[in-house]
């Protein structure tokens, strides 16, 4: 699932039918893959948009569940 979703990232225009028939291989179904896809690529288009806009988080969001 991992592999996919980076590939989905660095690489998705190569995503090719073997590489949805290994995560089949790997129990996913259809609807699992095109979840894992989506949100691989809305991760990527959100982060993408706040680095254009200079978005950087505020103290409190960024302290949570850091432990301090």
Same mark, same amino acid.
């Given at each position: 699932? /991992? $592999? ?7 690489? %998705?225009?190569?995503?090719? &039918?073997? #590489? /949805? ?8 179904? $259809? %609807? #699992?893959?095109? #979840? ?9 288009l959100s982060n993408r948009m706040?680095? /254009?806009?200079?978005?950087? &988080? ?8 850091r432990g301090q």
């Amino acid at each position: 699932m /991992l $592999d996919f979703a980076i590939k989905v990232t660095s690489s %998705s225009a190569a995503i090719e &039918p073997a #590489d /949805l028939e290994a995560m089949r291989g790997h129990g996913f179904t $259809d %609807s #699992d893959i095109w #979840d894992i896809g989506a949100v691989a690529a809305f991760f990527n288009l959100s982060n993408r948009m706040a680095n /254009l806009a200079g978005m950087r &988080p505020n103290r409190e969001f960024y302290t949570m569940g850091r432990g301090q």
